[in-house]
């Protein structure tokens, strides 16, 4: 189990089996899983789901990762700020 330096210390007995346990899932679950936990923690949006969440991540990494292969080129930020502001000025 990979442990970041100092978790151990303020985490309760029941926490830490609970990490232990989800760290001992397959790469989807622990993905649904963190999803879930994730979500708990922001005010809740009624259109919110676990699906939903999943799906979006999926579609960023896929992203990072032609990016990364030089299937794809970047913007920069000023530019991406200009097409999202031309956007929603269009709605």
């Given at each position: 189990m990979v442990r970041?330096?100092?978790?151990?210390?303020?985490?309760?007995?029941?926490?830490a089996s609970v990490l232990s346990d989800g760290l001992a899932l397959p790469e989807e679950e622990r993905a649904r899983v963190a999803a879930e936990l994730f979500?708990?923690?922001?005010?809740?949006?009624?259109?919110?789901?676990a699906e939903r969440s999943l799906?979006?991540?999926?579609?960023?990494?896929?992203?990072?990762?032609?990016?990364?292969?030089?299937?794809s080129q970047g913007i920069d930020l000023?530019?991406?700020?200009?097409?999202v502001a031309a956007a929603l000025a269009e709605r």
């Open positions: 970041r330096p100092g978790y151990d210390s303020g985490v309760g007995s029941d926490a979500a708990s923690l922001e005010s809740r949006d009624p259109d919110y789901s799906a979006w991540a999926r579609a960023v990494e896929e992203r990072i990762d032609r990016f990364a292969r030089g299937e000023d530019a991406a700020r200009r097409q």
